[in-house]
């Protein structure tokens, strides 16, 4: 059990980093290239979803991917979620929130399926 958490909490903890990484390189690339506010948002979108098969490959491992992965998908789309409405200071809860965590349980949960199983192959 203790395991299980240990793994959920850095899956996150890594998503959340790659995802803050990812959106700063963005960051750079819009001022530099002046690209248009309407990519954005899809965009991060993407970060998200890349960031959290990336935790889930590295830290998801054993038994039970499927529910690890639907536990840390959900987290780190609230905590990305927190900290880009705090650094951005604008927290709004609409129906496109309740599918990006929907998006975030899906992209975990499939992530945390194929980690365990790369991880017994391996």
């Given at each position: ?24 390189v ?21 970060f ?60 975990g949960?499939v ?12």
């Open positions: 059990m203790r395991t299980n958490i240990f793994q959920v909490l850095k899956a996150v903890l890594a998503s959340v980093l790659i995802s803050l990484a990812f959106v700063l963005f960051t750079l690339i819009i001022q530099l290239f002046s690209l248009p506010m309407n990519v954005v948002k899809p965009v991060n979108q993407v998200k979803i890349l960031s959290i098969i990336a935790g889930g490959l590295i830290f998801i491992r054993g038994e039970k991917g499927l529910v690890k992965g639907l536990i840390y998908g959900v987290i780190a789309v609230l905590l990305t979620y927190l900290l880009f409405g705090l650094i951005s200071l604008s927290l709004t809860i609409s129906w496109k929130f309740i599918i990006e965590v929907l998006l975030g349980a899906v992209a949960g992530t945390g399926i194929i980690a365990v199983n790369i991880k017994k192959n391996a």
